[in-house]
């Protein structure tokens, strides 16, 4: 197996971030990188007497992580998991995001859902030797997807059938990014770049006026090549692709990214979407949903919405592009 998402991401921390560099009204950049939510995240500000405020986006980190990780035994999404379908309490942020992953859902019609945790957790991505799991608990776990079973009242949630399992990963990043860029903007930061693990957002621009050229990234590529990059000021670009987690077995590739009715990787002829739009947790959601309903569907719904473009890039490695991303994109 290739460690492919610990390995982009390692080098993307630093790569992307060196594409928007320019001169600091208040000093030299400054950046802090951590490990959270099984991937490397980083922040750089363009104002070197913020260190106690980019510290504090580490802090964030580490809360939100301590209330969506199905890794953490007493965190929220965990406690939901054990509840056997009784209500469970849980944080306002944990709630907002629930109803945001139910939001996708909805639009997607259940290809992204996040009731996919019994899926989830039989296809391990980050173990040395990942194996194909057994077709009948695939099936068995795919059974129990349905968002529709997901009950809110008040600040309680409620999982309808006891056997289901929330998994919030394919939407968390951006959730956490978001809040990330709210609290700094809060304080005064108009200058900035937020990478959760390939979830880049951007705060303004740079501070010489220009836009913040992003790299996406070129599938299977030996090193970090970029496909294509995009510019842009006060947006989020996200991609979900087939190289970030994947094994090969018996020739085939077994990829992270699960139809939620059959339980096994998507082999749509897509090897990932990009989106560009402003919120990051819009990006994760809008990402993977598209991914799912494939080349034509996706831009369908796409070019249906306001202010979001994208890049879809097949297993040909060719690239479609949105109708208003032409401006935004290089080679």
């Known amino acids: 197996m290739r460690t492919a998402k610990k390995l982009f991401c390692c080098l993307a921390a630093a790569w992307l971030l060196l594409l928007p560099a320019g001169c600091s009204r208040a000093g030299e950049p400054i950046s802090q990188s951590g490990f959270y939510f099984d991937t490397v995240i980083s922040v750089t500000l363009y104002d070197d007497t913020k260190t106690k405020e980019l510290a504090h986006c580490f802090a964030l980190a580490e809360q939100y992580e301590q209330y969506f990780s199905t890794k953490i035994a007493d965190s929220d999404i ?65 059974a129990t997807v349905d968002y529709r079973n997901v009950r809110i009242k008040g600040s309680e949630v409620t999982l309808a059938n006891p056997d289901a399992a929330l ?8 959730f956490i990014a978001d809040k990330m860029k709210e609290y700094l903007c809060s304080q005064g930061i108009a200058n900035g770049l937020i990478n959760l693990g390939g979830n880049v957002l951007a705060i303004g621009e740079k501070n010489n006026g220009e836009a913040y050229r992003i790299a996406i990234q070129k599938p ?9 990059c995009v510019q842009i000021k006060d947006q989020t670009v996200v ?10 077995q018996n020739d085939k590739l077994y990829h992270h990214i699960l139809d939620t009715k059959t339980g ?23 990402s993977t949903s598209c991914f799912a309903l494939g080349l034509t569907k996706g831009m369908e719904l796409v070019e249906s919405l306001e202010e979001v473009e994208a890049v879809f890039i097949t297993t040909d490695l060719k690239l479609h592009c949105s109708s208003g991303i032409g401006s935004k994109i290089s080679k």
């Open 239 to 248: 991609t979900s692709g087939i190289y970030e987690r994947y094994f090969k």
């Open 264 to 286: 096994w990787p998507y082999d749509n002829g897509l090897a990932s979407v990009t989106v560009v739009c402003k919120d990051s947790v819009d990006g994760d959601g809008l």
């Open 220 to 228: 299977f590529a030996a090193s970090s090549e970029a496909a294509a």
């Open 167 to 174: 998994d919030l990963g394919g939407i968390a990043k951006g």
């Open 78 to 142: 965990s406690r939901i998991n054990a509840a056997a379908g009784k209500p469970v309490s849980v944080h306002e942020e944990t709630l907002a995001l629930i109803k945001k992953g139910l939001s996708y859902a909805r639009l997607s019609d259940g290809k992204f859902d996040i009731t996919i945790g019994k899926l989830t957790d039989l296809w391990d991505f980050h173990t040395d030797r990942p194996v194909m799991p057994d077709p009948d608990a695939v099936a068995k776990a795919a």
